[in-house]
């Protein structure tokens, strides 16, 4: 009886340290994804064969990449048990994340209302009401329309 629990233990030790190595793998494989898809692109940028991005675009870059390392680093601490050090460190996803979702909403709505025959950057309207629903809670403003 004590050879099958102890056997039975140590295959959920075991199951339980893959699934944490899952997502350290995950983390990377993500990383190597946004590599090969956006490498070229920035090393033609730096060639000068490719016109440079908006300065929006390189602060998108920016926070997509710390996003990233910060998944692999949150799952390399669970996975070497450092999980004081991993609660303090997903504290900066609470800044990170509002961040990186007003700006996806701002790259994503300015080509639209270019095309509609708005001013490129008249999306402050629509960020400034973004940024107001998000720390005030409340409903959306009615001076979230497109220009």
């Known amino acids: 009886m004590s050879v099958e629990v102890n056997s039975v233990f140590a295959g959920r030790v075991a199951s339980h340290r893959a699934d944490r190595l899952v997502y350290g793998f995950m983390a990377m494989l993500f990383i190597l994804v946004a590599a090969v898809g956006f490498g070229p692109r920035l090393f033609a940028t730096l060639e000068g064969t490719r016109p440079v991005e908006a300065p929006l675009v390189h602060v998108h870059a920016v926070l997509m990449g710390s996003w990233l390392l910060l998944f692999l680093a949150q799952s390399s601490l669970v996975a070497t048990d450092r999980r004081q050090l991993h609660q303090r460190l997903g504290q900066v996803s609470f800044v990170l994340a509002p961040?990186?979702?007003?700006?996806?909403?701002?790259?994503?709505?300015?080509?639209?209302?270019?095309?509609?025959?708005?001013?490129?950057?008249?999306?402050?309207?629509?960020?400034?009401?973004?940024?107001?629903?998000?720390?005030?809670?409340?409903?959306?403003?009615?001076?979230?329309?497109?220009p």
């Open 99 to 146: 961040l990186m979702l007003i700006l996806m909403v701002v790259l994503t709505v300015t080509p639209y209302c270019v095309f509609f025959g708005g001013e490129p950057l008249a999306t402050h309207r629509i960020l400034s009401s973004l940024v107001a629903v998000l720390l005030s809670r409340c409903s959306c403003p009615s001076s979230l329309t497109m």
